[in-house]
């Protein structure tokens, strides 16, 4: 699975882009994992309502099922226009 | 229909009277331009603005494609740039056609309140002091609401 | 801000442009055209508008400083034709310039509101079958009451 | 005082403006005195609800006073935009 970073969430991971192999049935067990991993996902994922989610470049809720998803972004809220 | 994601400039005026041109019997066309605007005290060196290269598009196509469910619209256009801007620089545009005025407004406010918040970019402002990323406000979440 | 009344055609695009490049320092620039459309059925040949000279330019300053006392704005342009126009024609454009796009968008479309029914011009639709004065209506009187 | 028509009100009355002598103390009595002339000024003031009226080029109301004022204009409700 592609996990995608934006904004601060990228730059405290200090990666893009990483893929990654899970069992996770849900968003919220993938952030699970990843907080475990090491202490800069920790602080990207300290906070959850600072964050949004897009599954296959759609946007989508900690609580969505991962079965059949290729790509899974992870960035805080969006300040277009 | 058309929308682009670009980093390099757009000629505003060139993009409205083309826009124009093709609404054939439209009787209203609004256009709102957006400009990289200084900080309040000053500063700003530039403005950088990140997206989800994919997303962006599709993200923007859903906005734009519910935008005419919900008015009469002929035609519908929505440039964003990306990449670093400085301070008068023109950020994005969107442009609307239609029949009647109430729709060709309502349906540009709408585009605009979409886009500042579910279109995936985030701006980050560079000053002498450092880089800083703008904050999604309450209020731009708010002004959702009223649709 | 630039208030013309004219019988003359304008580039909405030129006019546009230049109202951009004058707004410095503003983040958001809404513009309005509008157009005139044939009728639903066909047959428009051409509109003719008739105005009030001396009071129009008079009713329209007094419209725009009204705007300008309710949204912060940086600057406004109203061109409103009179005379004979044939369909696909541009009839008039309001442009706003603001720090902010709620109030350049809130001013423009009170503009709009405004000149509809407060600016002395009356339209007459010319027809195979003849000439016709526009009814004002009732949605463009109710459309005052939110402002 | 010069009197000054707009739209269907000029076509109905025949001229865009003519100068009169009144003594009418408001909108309402010059209407009357107008309507007393002839049968067009009749037609053109048979309603007035379908009519707006200016004095010295700002919207007024039919009850205005007339005192000091130098033109006066009738139209039907405008459509500009």
């Keep these: 699975m592609d ?58 809720d900690f609580d969505a099922p991962l079965a ?11 300040t277009g226009g | 229909m058309r929308i682009s994601v670009q980093d390099g400039a757009f000629d505003f005026a060139a993009q409205a009277r083309a826009f124009a041109a093709d609404a054939a019997g439209m009787g209203a066309i609004v ?27 599709k993200a923007i196509s859903a906005i734009a494609q519910e935008a005419r469910t919900r008015w009469a619209l002929g035609d519908v256009l929505v440039i964003h740039r990306h990449g670093r801007l400085v301070p008068g620089e023109q ?7 239609a029949p009647h005025r109430g729709d060709a407004f309502a349906a ?25 990323w703008v904050d999604a406000t309450d209020a731009d979440e708010a002004a959702l609401k009223r649709w």
């Design chain 2, 108 to 132: 540009a406010e709408f585009l605009m309140d979409y886009l500042k918040s579910r279109a995936p970019f985030w701006k980050r402002e560079i000053t002498a002091a450092g880089a800083h």
């Design chain 2, 91 to 97: 950020i994005m545009m969107v442009a609307t056609a």
């Design chain 2, 31 to 57: 256009t709102f331009t957006g400009v990289v605007r200084d900080l309040d005290g000053g500063g700003l060196e530039a403005m950088e603005i990140e997206h989800y290269p994919g997303m962006t598009e």
């Design chain 1, 3 to 60: 996990i995608l970073y934006f904004a601060w969430v990228r730059e405290r991971i200090g990666v893009p882009s990483e893929r990654i192999e899970t069992d996770a049935a849900t968003v919220a067990g993938l952030v699970e994992e990843l907080r475990a991993r090491e202490d800069r996902y920790a602080a990207a994922f300290a906070d959850l309502g600072a964050l949004r989610v897009a599954l296959d470049q759609e946007l989508g």
């Design chain 1, 68 to 78: 059949g998803v290729r790509e899974v972004a992870f960035f805080p809220p969006m």
